[in-house]
């Protein structure tokens, strides 16, 4: 999508000159950024780089320690989340921050009521002004419908129609498509362009360059607290976006090494069915192999590894372990068979994000550590949690900072060093780059080739077309809870896998 702006248009809202500091961390460090009436402009950068802390700023929710923030030529020294709603700024995070209990209607009307200071929810005044804007945008929601039912791309658009009916003129979205399949991508695009149509500026956060590629008119990359680049999108290229917000030339080329003709079986399923979910799946997985299993949304895929794992045990079918049947009823089979599994929402199913980056790590091996008085071994704890630390990479000043202060790469290289250190026969990820910046994706598929060359069998599930082509030997794909089609060697390319997964 093309379609710039003229820079002599007069924007919506400029931050100039905005720094914050965390302690001795320079979150943010005198950036300056504008958004024009009608662009989409992006703002791209590694995880830690201070996304996040300048759309705090912007929204409210952090008050930065010097800069103003300009809207419509009202300039405000501290922003706070009731003026920057009243100013018509609105943020959809990741999460979209909805009520699950409360109707479509009342999510979308809520945030108006707070800021005018209303006490009391009528739904019979909601309805008439969530229609208005369920209208006006021409899209089809149930807006008596509780709002937990719905699918993560209808909440998305309640989302947008909540930003809307405070008069948004200034929407940031972050992360939108994470959970969204190639068709509710298209969709969202359709009517981020009907916004843009109406002179609203978004601002689009994202990780998935081809995306920020195809929607947005300008792209501000950020560094180390600071913008680094700021120029219309038509003239980056994804190899150029990577180099520019990790400072290094990123190889995103296929990387695959040849597994040796006589490497074992280590994983075999076999008829595996769970009714409702996925049917007569089979399956190998050598050590050394890295299979990738990939589909659109509710194909089965994610059913499939957390079937495996015993999380939602196979009513009918096979499992073996190198090359030995395992029954598996639950998790702790799973792990005593030598199976690790990163799951999919790595904040609520695989951290304790209150805890220390060294509990985690050993969380799912006490086992491994017990010495013969049943007394947990600290010393072996501390070799262990030292060597995944470094192995991994993590950022943290130590392994005993917690979980939560840690960017989105590194969390996800705590769930990993967990369950590597159980020393699994077979690890399956699920989404393992999701939400993770460009220069933590490469070190991760990397780290991923290194375990296994080193006779570990690998599943990767992912709809991240171009990172399967980077490190996978096969891949699956899956459809309407079946396997519909195997790609091998050369026939693993960007085009096949989505041509499968449309199929």
């Not at 999510?107 to 009528?122: D, K, M, P």
């Not at 081809?210 to 680049?229: F, H, K, P, Y």
């Not at 372990?321 to 702790?332: C, F, N, Q, W």
């Amino acid at each position: 999508m093309t379609n710039e702006r003229s820079t002599t248009v007069a924007p919506v809202l400029s931050a100039q000159g905005i720094s914050k500091r965390y302690g001795g961390v320079q979150a943010l460090d005198d950036v300056s950024i504008d958004f024009l009436p009608g662009e989409v402009h992006c703002i791209a950068g590694e995880n830690g780089c201070g996304k996040s802390t300048l759309i705090k700023v912007i929204s409210g929710a952090e008050r930065a320690d010097s800069g103003t923030i300009t809207v419509d030529e009202v300039s405000h020294a501290r922003m706070s989340t009731t003026s920057a709603i009243t100013s018509g700024i609105q943020v959809i995070y990741q999460d979209f921050s909805l009520f699950p209990n409360l109707t479509v209607a009342e999510n979308i009307v809520i945030t108006s009521h707070v800021a005018a200071g209303r006490r009391l929810n009528r739904p019979s005044t909601a309805r008439p002004r969530a229609r208005a804007i369920v209208d006006d945008l021409g899209i089809d929601l149930d807006l008596d419908a509780e709002l937990g039912r719905l699918s993560v791309a209808d909440r998305q658009l309640t989302a947008i129609c909540r930003a809307l009916v405070n008069d948004a003129r200034v929407i940031i979205m972050d992360e939108p498509t994470t959970a969204l399949t190639h068709t509710e991508v298209d969709r969202l695009f359709a009517i981020v362009e009907r916004l843009r149509a109406r002179d609203v500026a978004l601002v689009f956060v994202s990780h998935k360059l081809e995306e920020v590629l195809a929607i947005s008119q300008r792209l501000t990359i950020m560094r180390s607290g600071r913008v680094t680049a700021s120029a219309p999108t038509s003239t980056y290229t994804r190899a150029s976006i990577a180099e520019s917000m990790t400072g290094q030339e990123i190889d995103e080329s296929r990387i695959v090494q040849a597994v040796p003709e006589d490497s074992p079986v280590r994983l075999r399923v076999d008829n595996l069915t769970l009714p409702g979910a996925f049917h007569d799946v089979s399956f190998s997985v050598r050590s050394g192999e890295i299979l990738g299993i990939t589909g659109l949304l509710g194909s089965g895929r994610t059913e499939i590894a957390e079937s495996i794992f015993g999380v939602h045990p196979a009513q009918s079918g096979e499992i073996a372990v190198d090359g030995a049947r395992v029954v598996i009823a639950g998790i702790p089979d799973a792990v005593s068979a030598g199976l690790a599994y990163v799951p999919e929402d790595r904040l609520t199913q695989g951290l304790f994000l209150e805890k220390s980056i060294s509990d985690n790590i050993i969380a799912s091996s006490f086992a491994r550590f017990r010495s013969p008085r049943l007394t947990l071994d600290g010393a072996r704890i501390a070799k262990t949690v030292n060597r995944l630390f470094d192995a991994l990479k993590i950022k943290a000043p130590n392994a005993d900072a917690p979980v939560r202060s840690l960017s989105g790469g590194n969390a996800q290289r705590v769930v990993i060093a967990k369950w590597l250190a159980t020393e699994p026969k077979v690890l399956i990820l699920n989404g393992p780059t999701v939400g993770v910046d460009v220069g933590s994706k490469a070190q991760l598929l990397g780290l991923l080739r290194e375990q296994a060359d080193a006779g570990m069998a690998i599943v990767v599930i992912s709809d991240d077309a171009p990172e399967l082509v980077s490190c996978c030997h096969r891949v699956l794909v899956v459809s309407r809870g079946r396997i519909s089609q195997e790609l091998t060697g050369d026939g693993i390319s960007t085009a096949a896998l989505r041509e499968g997964m449309a199929a």
